[in-house]
Structures are given as structure tokens and as C-alpha cells.
């Protein structure tokens, strides 16, 4: 019974004391934290590390090959791979003579910064320059995961369509840089360069966008170029 | 997709504060999901009812704050609030940049039952 007018309420109703909490943090906090460690870890071996995102067959693990072989015998590469299954892509960088390491999902949609924590005690971190991270093919989830890189790439190959960065504007915000990859099948695809262009930086203003074809010398040359001007080492 | 995982880390994140705060159990969440914030509110709802069906936060209640995309057109300066976001003006086609804030996803405050 209330004490002080005697009503009917409840002992239980009474006792309860409520704590209000005003926390103003972000969601993926506990993300954000693994991944700031990945970071540090990364700067403190003076390594630089890209994570790569896109959707699947878009060319990410071409991207690495293509690039492994330019800068072979000058930049040291190490790569974590993710997929959902199969240790292909894995396979494809250390025939190149990189070291490689295959995360593979099961059925989540995007790697998270534990998992890429894993995957950096798996790399010779200490003997390399640059790291990259090939995120699980998917044009939504992995946007929204920070992993301890320095800096996104997203790939849109003109195969997808001119209005991808529209359609899935999450992934080209995130994005430092927008490749725009396999331009060598531009006549046969219905893909507006310019259009696409403008919605990327319509979204994302600060993102530098490159080409990049089959036997495209003048793309690669250009990519290879900034990614020497990253190495910390 | 990644709506699961994101309750899974709250799920972690509300130990930690109950645990912190002597807390008996959480009794009301209010989250922050921006238009471009990547989550969806609803499945945000439907992966905390599965993962609230016991522990600490069993029964609370879960309010989804989500903003409008406020945008103001550089060249007329029409603005517009809208849930989802565009590209172009309605009234004059000019490109339209993007308001902060679209992108948060924040655990903004909890009420939690003392013992």
C-alpha cells in the first residue's frame, strides 16, 4: 500500500527506479574500437592498407593481380581475401607470389574488423609495405563496416550499369576512390561514363574517380602510381 | 543484411552499460538510424525481437528515431525533407548535396531498471 495516501498500488510498481543513460555513441562501436586496433597495429609495421569493395565479378581480385605484378620487386603486398566459400581468391594471389590470407564467411555478408584482426596475425606484416583487404562481394553491407584500413576503393565495372553509385549510394559515400573497371567492354555495354561520373561525385565530391580496362596501360599506370605514393616505409 | 550483427554488438554493448551502472535489466532503447545509415529500422526490430527473447533486455522496448534527409538545393534553394534521398532538385533538376547526420546510426539512450 502507498504510503502516502493510501492507495492500492503495488509494492513492486513502487520500488521501481528507473536510470536514464544518455550514451550518444555510435552503434558499431564495438567494431569501431577493433578496428582503430587494426589500425594501429598496421602504422606501427609501417604498413598502408586498402580496403577493396564492390560487388561480385567486378574485377577486385584482376585489380590485385594486375597490380601485384606491376609493383613486383618494389612494394612488398600482402592481401586478405574474403569470401563466403572456397579459397580461390586466395590461391590466385600467392601463384603471384604474394602472401594471401582467405577468410571464409560462411554466410555473413561483409568482413568485420575481428575477423580482419585474425587475418592480420596470418601476413608477415613485418615484411611488408601494403595490405589490402578484398571485402566480400556485396554493394551494401560492407559499406558500413570500418576495418582498419586507410582508405576505401570502390570498383563499379561498366558492366553493372551507369546508375549503380544511385542505387547503392551507402558504399560509393564511403569511397576515397571509385575505379571504374573493365572500360574495354564499353561498346557493348550501355554505360554513360560521364553520367556515372557525375552522380559519384554528385554523392561523394572528394572521391577521385580512375578508369580501368583490359590492356589498359594509361589506367593501371595511374593507379600504380598512387598506390607507391602510399607506402609509408 | 547486416542488421543481426548490428543487435548482436547493442546485445554486448547493453551488458556492459547494465553491468556498469548495477543495473537489474534495460527497459527502453532508443537507437538513430539514418537514410543512408546503411541499416534498416524494421529489420533492426525484427533482429532484436530474436535476440531479446531472454537475458537482460527481455520485454524492452525498442524506439527507432529515423530523420528525414533535410536537402537544400544549391542553385533555387528549394529544400525538401524527405525519408528516402534523390539526386536532383523536384523544382529545378540542379544536383542536391546531402545532410549530414543521414549516415548515423547511434545508440542515443537507455532506461534501465535499478535493483
Sequence with gaps: MCDTCGCAITDDVLEEKILTV???EDLMLENNRQAESNRQHLDKEGVFCINLMSSPGSGKTTLLERTIDALSGKVKIGVIEGDLETE??????RAKGAPAFQITTGTACHLDAKMVHRGLHHLPLNELDLVFIENIGNLVCPAAYALGEHINVTLLAVTEGDDKAMKYPVIFRAADMVIITKTDLLPYCDFDVQKAEKSIK??????????LGKGDEKGLDEWID???????K | MHELSLIQGLMNRLEEVVKENKAKRVKSIWLKVGPLSGAEPQLLKEAFNFFSKDGIAAGAELHIDSPLVTLKCDKCGAEAQREYFTLSCTECGAGLPISDGSEALMLEQLELEME
Design chain 1, 88 to 93: 580461390n581468391d586466395a590461391q590466385r594471389i
Design chain 1, 202 to 211: 554528385l554523392l561523394n565530391p572528394k572521391a577521385q574517380v580512375l578508369m
Design chain 1, 226 to 232: 598512387f598506390c607507391a605514393k602510399k607506402i609509408v
Design chain 1, 22 to 24: 544518455e550514451l550518444l
